[in-house]
T-cell receptor, first 114, second 114 residues
Framework: GNSVTQMEGPVTLSEEAFLTINCTYTATGYPSLFWYVQYPGEGLQLLLKATKADDKGSNKGFEATYRKETTSFHLEKGSVQVSDSAVYFCALPAYSRTGNQFYFGTGTSLTVIP | EADIYQTPRYLVIGTGKKITLECSQTMGHDKMYWYQQDPGMELHLIHYSYGVNSTEKGDLSSESTVSRIRTEHFPLTLESARPSHTSQYLC?????????????FGAGSRLTVL
């Protein structure tokens, strides 16, 4: 079945540092891949997505490339800000008998210090 | 701006009380979900619905129940709360068709049972 494995945190970086959060997946077929972000005290919100192999999703300076050959969808940002402090979740849909659900990674907490 | 609303945002109650967590969305989405988020941040699907009068249990067994009498409304009820129910509960919805893979989340309801 479908699953995601996400880099464990927590991650602490200084402002303007480079960020990578690793995500690898196991899937039947080629599902869309997603990164969601959860800011403190809030629900999750979609950060970016990629719908097919070699697609690059991007938003708010974050990028992730759908790599079929390495089954990866690593999240990157060249220069993090304090406002990027949040929990990041990798996700993919899981198509079941009754319709699609979603698998989420365990979440990676990022803290950016000034 | 969020189009899915959860109330209450925070609730502290005693053991044995009945509680209902409300979730409403204004997007006309057919699919709705309840996730339980533990302190380690991991998300567990506890209930989902694919439309009016449709409800299914998720991957994580839960003593809560849900109902879907109207498209926009998906409340979760605990008949007799216990300390083990202390958690954050996130409601989400998704569309059919091309938008089916994107989840929109509410801000969450944080429940503490004493």
């Amino acid at each position: 079945g479908n699953s995601v494995t996400q880099m464990e945190g927590p991650v602490t970086l200084s402002e303007e540092a480079f960020l990578t959060i690793n995500c690898t997946y196991t899937a039947t077929g080629y599902p869309s891949l997603f990164w969601y972000v959860q800011y403190p005290g809030e629900g999750l919100q979609l950060l970016l997505k990629a719908t097919k192999a070699d697609d690059k999703g991007s938003n708010k300076g974050f990028e992730a490339t759908y790599r079929k050959e390495t089954t990866s969808f690593h999240l990157e940002k060249g220069s993090v800000q304090v406002s990027d402090s949040a929990v990041y979740f990798c996700a993919l849909p899981a198509y079941s008998r009754t319709g699609n659900q979603f698998y989420f990674g365990t979440g990676t907490s990022l803290t950016v210090i000034p | 701006e969020a189009d899915i609303y959860q109330t209450p945002r925070y609730l502290v109650i005693g053991t044995g009380k009945k509680i209902t967590l409300e979730c409403s969305q204004t997007m006309g989405h057919d699919k709705m979900y309840w996730y339980q988020q533990d302190p380690g941040m991991e998300l567990h699907l506890i209930h989902y619905s694919y439309g009016v009068n449709s409800t299914e249990k998720g991957d994580l067994s839960s003593e809560s129940t849900v109902s879907r009498i109207r498209t926009e409304h998906f409340p979760l009820t605990l008949e007799s709360a216990r300390p083990s129910h202390t958690s954050q509960y996130l409601c989400a919805s998704s569309d059919q068709g091309p938008g089916a893979n994107v989840l929109t989340f509410g801000a969450g309801s944080r429940l503490t049972v004493l």
